[in-house]
């Protein structure tokens, strides 16, 4: 499985930004996806995961309420929409696949696309 993030950019506090993943796997519906993040000095942190059915949704306590994630099964793309965005949510995001279920642990997800940088001004 391929995938293939975009959507980051520069952005001022308080404002928006849509990320989307396209995936390149043929059965896209039986893979999982998660957002994750990583600030500069952090580590890797959990943000949101959708499953292959989109009936079950995660997200970190930090962008409960203002982030959401959705999933297109007809364009093999997962979105993470990101609305009041702190300054605190600048970070490079990657998203990630798995078949089965959802994870909260990047250590349970095999399929990384490269990360879209977010960077929120004060």
């Known amino acids: 499985v391929q995938l293939q993030a975009c959507g980051g950019g520069l952005v001022q506090a308080g404002g928006f930004l849509r990320l989307s993943c396209a995936a390149s796997?043929?059965?896209?519906?039986?893979?999982?996806m998660g957002w994750f993040r990583q600030a500069p000095g952090k580590e890797r942190e959990f943000v949101s995961a959708?499953?292959?059915?989109?009936?079950?949704?995660n997200y970190a306590e930090s962008v409960r309420g203002r982030f959401t994630i959705s999933r297109d099964d007809a364009k093999n793309t997962v979105i993470l929409q990101m609305n009041s965005l702190k300054p605190e949510d600048t970070a490079a995001y990657y998203c990630?696949?798995?078949?089965?279920?959802?994870?909260?642990?990047?250590?349970?997800?095999?399929?990384w696309g490269q990360g879209t940088l977010v960077t929120v001004s004060s």
């Open positions: 990630a696949a798995r078949e089965g279920g959802t994870r909260l642990s990047s250590y349970e997800y095999g399929y």
């Open positions: 796997a043929r059965t896209f519906s039986t893979y999982s």
């Open positions: 959708i499953s292959g059915n989109g009936r079950v949704s």
